[in-house]
């Protein structure tokens, strides 16, 4: 009886230190130059709609179930899905704030595979009379689910994908 004790102890104290050593936050962004100037490229990227065009998750499942709410472009407009994808899942995101020419902000509320919440930016810049776009994402890490992020590489889960629909979202502005 002792034994088991102190194996339930043990691991109640591994599950501890591994919650204090955690990350409690987590941001992932990634950037591409567009040959267009700032006005267009922003116009094109405030309305979320135009993220199927070049959205990675929207090319892996074409079917997905889509339903909006408010209008697009606008602060409080909403884009859910639904998915049976599994790097796709269900959720919404909504439309919280546009500076124009400079920043459109939303939250990404998902619902599948697991539920969590992220601050999401598309930002625009001009340098040198083409447009840097800016694609990220934030959040924080809830214990206990933030002793995942020790054995998941969020760079590596979320960047790709970025990087992969920044450059589909240049071909499709630049073309």
């Given at each position: 009886?002792?034994?088991?004790?102190?194996?339930?102890?043990?691991?109640?104290?591994?599950?501890i230190i591994l919650g204090l050593i955690a990350p409690k936050n987590y941001e992932v962004?990634?950037?591409?130059?567009?040959?267009?100037?700032?006005?267009?490229?922003?116009?094109?990227?405030?309305?979320?709609?135009?993220?199927?065009?070049?959205?990675p998750w929207a090319e892996r499942d074409p079917n997905m179930k889509k339903t909006v709410?408010?209008?697009?472009?606008?602060?409080?407009?909403?884009?859910?899905?639904?998915?049976?994808?599994?790097?796709?899942?269900?959720?919404?995101?909504e439309i919280t704030s546009i500076t124009e020419n400079k920043e459109i902000t939303s939250?990404?509320?998902?619902?599948?595979?697991?539920?969590?919440?992220?601050?999401?930016?598309?930002?625009?810049?001009?340098?040198?009379?083409?447009?840097?776009?800016?694609?990220?994402?934030?959040?924080?890490?809830?214990?206990?689910?933030?002793?995942?992020?020790?054995?998941?590489?969020?760079?590596?889960?979320?960047?790709?994908?970025?990087?992969?629909?920044?450059?589909?979202?240049?071909?499709?502005?630049?073309?």
């Amino acid at each position: 009886m002792d034994t088991l004790l102190y194996i339930f102890l043990g691991l109640v104290l591994l599950i501890i230190i591994l919650g204090l050593i955690a990350p409690k936050n987590y941001e992932v962004n990634r950037s591409i130059m567009i040959n267009k100037p700032i006005a267009e490229v922003f116009d094109y990227l405030k309305f979320l709609k135009n993220q199927d065009n070049w959205s990675p998750w929207a090319e892996r499942d074409p079917n997905m179930k889509k339903t909006v709410a408010g209008t697009d472009g606008e602060i409080g407009f909403i884009s859910a899905w639904e998915s049976d994808h599994k790097q796709v899942g269900s959720g919404e995101q909504e439309i919280t704030s546009i500076t124009e020419n400079k920043e459109i902000t939303s939250q990404l509320r998902f619902l599948k595979p697991f539920k969590s919440t992220s601050d999401a930016y598309m930002r625009v810049s001009e340098e040198h009379g083409n447009t840097k776009v800016v694609w990220g994402f934030s959040g924080k890490n809830k214990f206990p689910a933030s002793i995942m992020m020790l054995f998941m590489n969020m760079e590596k889960a979320v960047g790709n994908d970025f990087e992969q629909g920044l450059a589909k979202l240049k071909s499709t502005l630049e073309n």
